[in-house]
């Protein structure tokens, strides 16, 4: 039986201030991959909010759809109060959910979106019609790489996982809040600089050399990763802000109010 029909409703706990930024972890990722039945896509979905702005950094999967809105509604907001939906890079978990923000600036690398575009139809990561339709929307704002696409929030190239990947910087006074996407998805590929799932292997470790680079600059700065828990630096090494929620709800009885809750977590 359920011993915690909890669990899928909370939201991350991590909460974060910086110079009058409020970072919350609307959807947090999971460092894993299904076994059976396809890509997980389980991705972070970060909310900035401050300075008359209401961001997300990435937007999620299809499925996250019905979340993200109870996520926000808990913090007393609308998708139609979002005003900058920033996309680290193309692939549908980071990217698909951008209609729903009629509202935002839709913001991209212009190099990650033009690959995107080009790729054939039925592509295995890119959801091409979503793509299409960014590419020709008034929403659109196409970044370059070092642009300051808001005061204080910098756009990073970060190549590897896809060509046009960017990585984005809050920067503070005292410390910085790296959003670092799938170019460093989880804290195994921090470690070992080395990612899995990288169109280029070499820039992937390259990249990631640089994010470690970004992260040491301020003591205390945080790493928000594009599939695992914030982390902050403790001597030199990753350590996680917050605890790890995730889990699935499995109909194994005879009766449906019968479930089987199976967390997934060390």
Same mark, same amino acid.
């Given at each position: 039986m ?5 669990l ?5 706990d991590?909460?974060?201030? @910086? ?21 997980l896509?389980w ?18 999967n ?13 913090h007393g ?10 996309? /680290? ?32 139809? %039925? ?26 696409? @808001?005061p %204080? ?28 996407g799938?170019?460093a ?10 990612a ?17 680079d ?14 695992d ?12 802000i ?16 019968? /479930? ?7």
């Amino acid at each position: 039986m359920d011993t915690d029909a909890g669990l899928r409703a909370r939201a991350d706990d991590t909460n974060l201030t @910086l110079d009058g930024f409020s970072i919350d972890i609307l959807v947090q990722g999971f460092p894993g991959k299904t076994v059976c039945h396809g890509g997980l896509g389980w991705s972070t979905v970060a909310l900035v909010r401050g300075r008359s702005r209401v961001i997300l950094i990435d937007a999620g999967n299809f499925g996250m759809r019905r979340l993200i809105a109870e996520r926000l509604a808990a913090h007393g907001l609308k998708p139609s109060d979002v005003t900058d939906v920033i996309l /680290t890079h193309a692939h549908y978990d980071h990217s698909i959910n951008w209609p729903m923000f009629s509202a935002s600036r839709v913001l991209i690398g212009r190099e990650e979106l033009a690959w995107a575009v080009a790729q054939p139809l %039925g592509h295995h990561t890119i959801p091409e019609f979503y793509v299409r339709e960014l590419a020709i929307s008034k929403q659109l704002h196409n970044v370059e790489v070092a642009e300051e696409v @808001l005061p %204080g929030l910098t756009a990073y190239a970060a190549p590897g996982h896809t060509p046009g990947h960017l990585v984005y910087v809050l920067s503070g006074s005292e410390r910085d809040v790296i959003f670092s996407g799938d170019a460093a998805k989880n804290r195994a590929e921090i470690l070992s600089r080395q990612a899995d799932m990288t169109m280029n292997a070499a820039d992937s470790t390259r990249t990631i050399e640089c994010i470690w680079d970004l992260w040491c600059k301020k003591p205390g700065s945080v790493l928000v990763p594009g599939h695992d828990v914030p982390m902050r630096l403790e001597n030199g090494e990753p350590v996680y802000i917050g605890k790890r929620t995730a889990g699935i709800n499995a109909w194994f009885g005879r009766k449906l109010e019968e /479930t089987t809750l199976i967390e997934l977590k060390a």
